[in-house]
């Protein structure tokens, strides 16, 4: 069974930092590339950053460069979102996802397996 749990959320004042982690487990890593998305009220939700588990490559949304960094421990099959100088405009709900061969980011409806959310708030 293919599971993705994400966590490390919570409020947080401008500026400051948080670390997600989404713990995989139920398939073959090098196959897929791991997401995160995220999605604020009213907004549709949109893609912020993958890694490609197979050679390590990441792709990031322009408005997250340069402040977020993802990373794995492939050892734990976990996934880091590290998030720093955050904004107002962070604030969402980020969810990570499993994309099989990198074919579907961008878009969250490419990808294969999702996991449950966790509220990230930024407070100015």
């Known amino acids: 069974e293919v599971q993705l749990q994400a966590s490390g959320g919570g409020l947080v004042q401008a500026g400051g930092s948080l670390r997600l982690s989404c713990a995989a487990s139920?398939?073959?890593?090098?196959?897929?590339?791991i997401a995160w998305f995220r999605q604020a009220p009213g907004k549709e939700r949109e893609g912020v950053t993958c890694i490609n588990y197979s050679d390590g490559s990441t792709h990031y949304a322009d408005s997250v460069k340069g402040r977020f960094t993802i990373s794995s421990d492939n050892a734990k099959n976990t996934v880091y979102l590290q998030m720093n100088s955050l904004k107002a405009e962070d604030t969402a709900v980020y969810y990570c996802?499993?994309?099989?061969?990198?074919?579907?980011?961008?878009?969250?409806?490419?990808?294969?397996?999702w996991g449950k959310g966790t509220q990230v708030t930024v407070s100015s």
């Open positions: 139920g398939f073959t890593f090098d196959d897929y590339a």
């Open positions: 996802a499993a994309d099989q061969g990198l074919t579907g980011w961008p878009y969250y409806y490419g990808m294969d397996y």
